[in-house]
T-cell receptor, first 110, second 115 residues
């Protein structure tokens, strides 16, 4: 069983579209995250949820809206996609300091 | 606030040679430190972590790292490189395991292993 799973793995879409990425963890962790990895491989946190409550929101444009229906799921919805949103988005979960990452979603905006 | 600096964006070693990837951190409180590895088109896999206790930590695949508070360093080593070690390596710091903890990553070091 995959501990942290994301769908889709690849996403190609046109500018201006709205898209969602889904994430599920079966580790029983209370905290989930979204990280963004840019074209230079730099990783930066976007959001953190603890037991469905938003804990961290790192100055991300409000076109990005996370939603956590329960503590095992954290989805990311992106409105009005821009070229600069092209990146790999990683979901992660943790119970203590150690985070477990999903395989990533490579988003390409054309 | 915390930050991580990884010296050398690209390191090349011969198979069988020592691997040394450098990481220095800045933290206002005692940090938790991690090394993650990313293989091409894969997610991040935890290699090892330092939270408290023994400053020399051993991880998977023969890697180890030593926490040196006086040098604010957490360098990653492996005595003998293998071709399968070729990947991107990230050092990361967090200020503890609380609900508001977040990982701050270094810029990564690409390890190349040659024959």
């Amino acid at each position: 069983d995959t501990a942290v799973s994301q769908t889709p793995k690849y996403l190609v879409t046109q500018m201006g579209n709205d898209k969602s990425i889904k994430c599920e963890q079966n580790l029983g962790h209370d905290t989930m995250y979204w990280y963004k990895q840019d074209s230079k491989k730099f990783l930066k946190i976007m959001f953190s949820y603890n037991n469905k409550e938003l804990i961290i929101n790192e100055t991300v444009p409000n076109r990005f809206s996370p939603k956590s229906p329960d503590k095992a799921h954290l989805n990311l919805h992106i409105n009005s996609l821009e070229l600069g949103d092209s990146a790999v988005y990683f979901c992660a979960s943790s119970q203590t300091a150690e985070a477990f990452f999903g395989q990533g979603t490579r988003l390409t905006v054309v | 606030a915390q930050s991580v600096t990884q010296l050398g964006s690209h390191v090349s070693v011969s198979e069988g040679a020592l691997v040394l990837l450098r990481c220095n951190y800045s933290s206002s409180v005692p940090p938790y430190l991690f090394w993650y590895v990313q293989y091409p088109n894969q997610g991040l896999q935890l290699l090892l972590k330092y939270t408290t206790g023994a400053t020399l930590v051993k991880g998977i695949n023969g890697f180890e790292a030593e926490f040196k508070k006086s040098e604010t360093s957490f360098h990653l080593t492996k005595p003998s490189a293998h071709m399968s070690d070729a990947a991107e390596y990230f050092c990361a710091v967090t200020l503890g395991g609380g609900t508001a903890s977040k990982l701050t990553f270094g810029t990564g070091t690409r390890l190349q292993v040659t024959l």
